[in-house]
């Protein structure tokens, strides 16, 4: 993906890179201050793709969990209709103990709980880097649009990769 920012009159063109199976989230939450003119323009975009990323996992987790409700109902349906059939006394505590040994039960609970982790683990770095950003926008507050685009390195920064326009 490619985006054009403009900083005064000077166009940077941004490509963002899609994120690698390994991501180095300790660089990717630590400001770089050798290009810190890099990281005040590429954060913004960064925290887009975290918020993107956020998203799929807080829809990963939603959809685990209604997968486990429903299965969680159906099964305690099916029990309380054997214990009927079978004219057995079934108290909530036999129905509880009952769901709980199902082993389908089981793998489903593991898998929300695993979504669970994960949408945590995403909101964090969400966290983190929105922190970062506004700590960027302290620090380069009353940088004038020219100061930036002179002082921008290019290269990768936030799995950004940074280009400057030379203008004639």
Not at 69 to 98: F, G, P, Q, V
Request: hydrophobic share 40%.
């Amino acid at each position: 993906m490619k985006l054009v920012i403009h900083l005064g009159d000077n166009p940077v063109y941004l490509s963002f890179k899609e994120f690698d199976s390994e991501v180095d989230v300790d660089k990717l939450t630590s400001i770089d201050y050798s290009n810190l003119y890099g990281e005040a323009v590429t954060c913004s975009a960064l925290l887009n793709q975290i918020g993107l990323l956020k998203a799929e996992a807080e829809k990963t987790y939603s959809e685990q969990k209604l997968e486990f409700d429903i299965y969680e109902a159906e099964l305690r349906r099916k029990i309380r209709k054997e214990y009927s059939a079978k004219s057995l006394k079934l108290t909530e505590k036999n129905l509880d103990e009952e769901v709980i040994l199902d082993k389908g039960w089981k793998v489903m609970k593991k898998q929300v709980i695993a979504a669970k982790r994960d949408l945590d683990f995403i909101d964090s770095l969400y966290w983190a880097i929105q922190s970062k950003d506004k700590k960027l926008s302290v620090l380069t507050k009353g940088v004038t649009p020219e100061e930036l685009y002179n002082e921008i390195i290019e290269g990768t920064i936030n799995n950004i990769v940074i280009k400057k326009v030379k203008l004639h």
